[in-house]
């Protein structure tokens, strides 16, 4: 068998690896021998995930105090943790985690460009793509996917999630899962729990948050995540209504192991347990290592508290046995589940020659989700596509900047690889016959200099010889991903100055905006023919994104998060509860802003294409239902335009009347259709009646009777209703509350181990 055909096969058996039945007491009857075995330090080396460093102990491998480890991203790294590991006495696999957020020697369009594109097949099959380039480098086990919702894009790890949306982001979650997992990883959905929800959009800051709001928006992405398998999830960094989450019992046991029936592994983050100390929790290793092990964290990440302090507190009887126990037996659980040993080995040279191409499969899948992900957002004159031009000039060096295509994780892939803006464009314009002329004028723009006036006023003089300009702009990736929290989002200074410029000279200007979130685009909006957001590229996502700016394909992404006009305005989202005063021009007393519209630029759900999409009054298969009952709502859509495009037809619900207040609109699904021009076809979303409840005070979930609002449109501001009457209400216990985009069959089993 080739290499790539052991992969496939060790990646089958991991998904095959249902752990019901017999296996899974052969599992445990393993486990038990094993257990009798182990010395007490071998136990808390199971407990114990040590990071590569400068200065690593690979001693430690071999004697079992280092049951895991983390970041040898390459199999000559990794091979020295096995030469280590093949000396220990019991030989129990190592778990390898290394964050494999959207690719690694191929990558991909970060995950909240991927969610853009509201395709579950695309998103799951590049991190399978992802997982497989990873194992081929000995990589077992993903820091993700980041299943954090969140509203304030001032956070920079809006870049690693799917955006403000439960619906869309726990349907993200189980793709990227199903994903990671058939491509032979071991996956962790992070971050336990609301991290996206720090104050002030600022990263690691506290969160504080009623439990109803956690359970209806913050979870579900998780119970989708688990639902589709997720061995294992992080705690979060943060404080939770003045607990930190890494020793945060009630987090922890009540709502991850019992209302969601979690059974898998909970590790803690880089260097949280030790970390608990700036929380005030105590200055004492002992005492945060017996915090956090009895709060419910498993397995201790590059703190290496518990190797060190689980001994004493053990003695000291301040943690018991049997919690140790529970907590090796879960990471040895999930490591013979998903038969880790048969990985416990790597060919340097032969992942040398893999490492040495690039996956065409990879390649395909980045192509298509650069196309995919393209999001146009303003083209009034529709300018776009690019037709009937024989000069471009491609202006700033945002075009031609490797590293800055690959975003804030770039894992293994190499920048020679990268196919930037630039060189994508200017190979699709060969093909149509026009030239490309690449002005860089201050390069990435980002802070003022004393020359940026003049090579400006040079690019601006330069670029007016040309037809058209592709004004590149935006965010470098050091100012997107974790610790890239921006107090304003407005693009900056000498970026405007460029733009102002170019669109100053009377030619049609396209801006192009790279980066991992939402800028502000209100001073340049009026000045530019059309602008279009690439998010970061990756490898290969600027060929599919040329390919959409040149009209082989028209844009379909769709924004997965609100896109303000004012970094004042967040944190926002189309979600939001209704206030007695809404918002009202005419009404100074109401839900606003004195100095800015209360709307968003952009909304959740909104995106351009080149075609002209029309919507059909929907329909709804029945006029009243059962929490039990799934009703379907059909809409015609018809593409009166000249040419093929993507819809995705969304829909949204509101709670008209209900005890406690409703979202005024909600997305509960969803549905993509591809229309050749002239083409009418109907679409149909299946609504489960249960999913359009919440939950209350105590934890459980209701489902109230009474008249509920279905809209159907293109994105989140969509007027356009059907009303559906539920008869009988419903309310039933935490872990029997239905998961978004799970189908409920496909969980049972989960829920009875
Ligand atoms: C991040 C995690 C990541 C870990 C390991 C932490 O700082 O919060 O998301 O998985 O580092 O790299």
């Known amino acids: 068998m080739g290499s790539r055909s052991v992969r496939f096969a060790l990646a089958l058996a991991m998904v095959a690896g249902s752990v019901s039945g017999a296996r899974a007491d052969a599992i445990d009857r393993r486990i038990d021998a094993l257990m009798r075995r182990m010395t007490l330090d071998e136990k808390i080396g199971q407990v114990t995930l040590a990071s590569i460093a400068e200065v690593f102990d690979y001693d430690k491998v071999a004697s079992g105090a280092y049951g895991n480890v983390m970041n040898f991203g390459t199999a000559k790294e990794f091979a020295k943790v096995l030469a280590a590991w093949r000396k220990s006495r019991l030989k129990i696999p190592l778990l390898h985690g290394t964050d494999i957020i959207y690719g690694n020697r191929t990558l991909f369009v970060p995950p909240i460009g991927q969610a853009s594109s509201f395709d579950l097949g695309l998103n799951r099959a590049a991190a399978e793509q992802a997982a497989l380039e990873s194992v081929a480098a000995g990589t077992n086990w993903t820091y993700a996917p980041m299943v954090d919702l969140n509203r304030d894009p001032r956070w920079g790890r809006v870049v690693e999630g799917a955006g403000e949306d439960v619906q869309l982001a726990a349907c993200m979650a189980g793709a990227r899962v199903a994903g990671f997992r058939a491509g032979g990883l071991v996956v962790s959905a992070k971050h336990f729990v609301a991290y996206g929800f720090g104050e002030g959009g600022r990263d690691y800051d506290a969160v504080e948050m009623g439990e109803p709001f956690l359970r209806d928006r913050v979870l579900p992405p998780f119970r989708a995540a688990i639902a589709a398998g997720a061995e294992s999830v992080m705690s979060s960094f943060n404080a939770f209504n003045g607990v930190p989450a890494t020793a945060n019992p009630h987090l922890l046991k009540d709502i991850l192991r019992r209302d969601m029936r979690f059974r898998g592994i909970v590790t803690s983050d880089w260097g949280a347990i030790d970390q608990l100390k700036n929380h005030g929790l105590s200055p004492d290793p002992l005492d945060l290592t017996v915090a956090t092990f009895n709060a419910g964290v498993d397995l201790d990440m590059a703190s290496d508290f518990f190797r060190k302090y689980l001994p004493i507190a053990l003695a000291q009887g301040r943690v018991s046995k049997a919690r140790l126990d529970e907590a090796v037996r879960r990471v040895l659980r999930v490591k013979f589940e998903t038969d880790l040993g048969k990985r416990m080995r790597v060919d340097v040279e032969e992942a040398k020659a893999t490492q040495a191409t690039l996956d065409p499969r990879g390649r395909a899948i980045a192509i298509e989700m650069g196309r995919r992900t393209t999001l ?305 076809r109907d679409v149909a979303v299946p609504i489960r009646v249960a999913t359009l409840g919440f939950h209350v005070e105590d934890g459980s979930y209701v489902v109230e009777p009474g008249m509920f609002r279905i809209f159907v449109g293109k994105d989140a501001t969509t007027e356009t209703a059907v009303e559906l009457e539920v008869t009988g209400g419903s309310r039933v216990a935490p872990w029997d509350a239905p998961i978004p985009c799970v189908d409920p069959k496909t969980t049972k089993s989960a829920k009875r181990r």
Request: neutral net charge; proline residues 7%.
């Open 376 to 680: 146009l957002l303003h083209d009034p004159k529709e300018r776009l596509p690019l037709a009937d031009v024989s000069r471009i000039a491609v202006v700033g060096g945002l075009a031609d900047s490797p590293r800055d295509h690959m975003g804030p994780h770039p894992a293994l892939s190499q920048m020679g690889d990268i196919v930037t803006l630039r060189a994508a464009i200017t190979e699709r314009a060969a093909k149509a016959g026009a030239r490309v002329d690449y002005l860089e004028a201050c390069g990435a723009c980002r802070f003022p200099t004393d020359t940026d006036e003049t090579v400006i006023a040079e690019a601006a003089k330069a670029a007016a010889a040309a037809d058209v300009i592709v004004a590149v702009v935006g965010e470098t990736y050091e100012e997107s991903g974790e610790a890239a929290a921006r107090a304003d989002l407005a693009l900056s200074a000498p970026q405007v100055k460029l733009v102002e410029a170019l669109a100053a000279t009377g030619r049609p200007v396209v801006v192009v905006l790279t980066g991992g979130r939402p800028m502000l685009v209100e001073n340049i909006l009026d000045k530019v023919d059309a602008i279009a957001m690439v998010w970061f590229p990756g490898t290969y996502g600027a060929i599919g994104a040329a390919e959409v700016l040149f009209g082989d394909v028209s844009p379909s992404a769709r924004l997965p998060l609100t896109w303000p006009r004012s970094t004042g305005q967040l944190p926002l989202s189309y979600d939001r509860l209704p206030t007695g005063r809404p918002a009202s021009a005419d009404d100074k007393w109401t839900n606003k802003y004195i100095d800015v519209a209360w709307t968003p630029r952009f909304p959740f759900g909104y995106g351009l294409s080149y075609g002209r999409t029309t919507l059909a009054a929907p329909r709804l298969d029945k006029a009243k239902a059962k929490p039990g009952d799934t009703v379907t709502v059909s809409v015609a859509v018809t593409n009166s335009g000249t040419r093929a495009v993507r819809e995705t037809v969304q829909v949204y619900v509101h709670d008209v009347i209900a005890s406690r207040s409703r979202p005024s609109r909600e997305l509960k699904g969803f549905a993509q259709v591809d229309l050749a021009p002239g083409e009418t």
